[in-house]
């Protein structure tokens, strides 16, 4: 079994509706992410969680907003689905075990937003 | 802040030949790490090498390699004797360290296409 799981895995909606993109882990890790790519930009921070009761915005967090439900659980939100947040979307993870910790990636959403 | 530059968008190679995806950085702190990841079609995000700025040596991992100039402030992955299942995109990313440094900054990534 994946160590990270994305729900759904695509998605299709229509502007102005309400949507949930789901992520689980099995890692046992703290530290969870969210990023979009787009073609051509490569990957851009969402929002960030060191753990349960800490939240950090990244570098894109407008329009969105995400949910630390339990330590193995992160979910993002978009609250008004609008056509330019049509993106492949990934959550990941890391341990924070030090410097050449790397983030574990998730398989990704596909939301097409018309 | 940090940027990764990633100057070629789409590569060809032969089957069996070695190649090098360039990779370069900009920042001011002297304490960073460097990652390449592997997308392939599929879409997943595939961890492959990481490069410690203090590291006195070139990582490598298997086939692959960092070439890693600090003073050019360059970290081009090699990847030897390529194969087919190397087709895909590959992305650069750079972390400075230290707690709280938590964001990976990426670079806009290469489209590596083996040929047989």
């Known amino acids: 079994d994946a160590d990270v799981t994305q729900t759904p895995r695509n998605r299709i909606t229509k502007t102005g509706k309400r949507i949930m993109l789901e992520c689980s882990q099995t890692?046992?890790?703290?530290?969870m992410y969210w990023y979009r790519q787009d073609p051509g930009l490569g990957l851009r921070l969402i929002y960030y969680?060191?753990?349960?009761?800490?939240?950090n915005k990244g570098e894109i967090s407008d329009g969105y907003s995400v949910s630390r439900q339990a330590q193995a659980k992160f979910s993002l939100s978009l609250e008004s689905a609008i056509p330019n947040q049509t993106a492949l979307y990934f959550c990941?993870?890391?341990?924070?075990?030090?410097?050449?910790?790397?983030?574990?990636f998730g398989p990704g959403t596909r939301l097409l937003v018309l | 802040a940090q940027k990764i530059t990633q100057t070629q968008p789409g590569m060809f190679v032969q089957e069996k030949e070695a190649v090098t995806l360039d990779c370069t950085y900009d920042?001011?702190?002297?304490?960073?790490?460097l990652f390449w990841y592997k997308q392939p079609s599929s879409g997943e995000m595939i961890f492959l090498i990481y490069?410690?700025?203090?590291?006195?040596q070139n990582a490598t991992e298997g086939r692959y390699s960092l070439n890693f100039q600090k003073a050019r402030k360059s970290a081009n992955l090699v990847i030897s004797a390529s194969q087919l299942g190397d087709s895909a995109m590959y992305f650069c990313?750079?972390?400075?360290?230290?707690?709280?440094?938590?964001?990976?900054?990426f670079g806009t990534g290469t489209r590596l296409t083996i040929i047989p």
């Open positions: 990941a993870t890391s341990g924070g075990g030090g410097p050449q910790e790397t983030q574990y």
């Open positions: 890692k046992g890790h703290d530290r």
């Open positions: 969680s060191f753990d349960v009761k800490d939240i």
């Open positions: 920042t001011s702190d002297p304490s960073y790490g």
């Open positions: 490069q410690g700025s203090y590291d006195q």
């Open positions: 990313a750079m972390r400075v360290l230290g707690f709280g440094n938590e964001k990976l900054t």
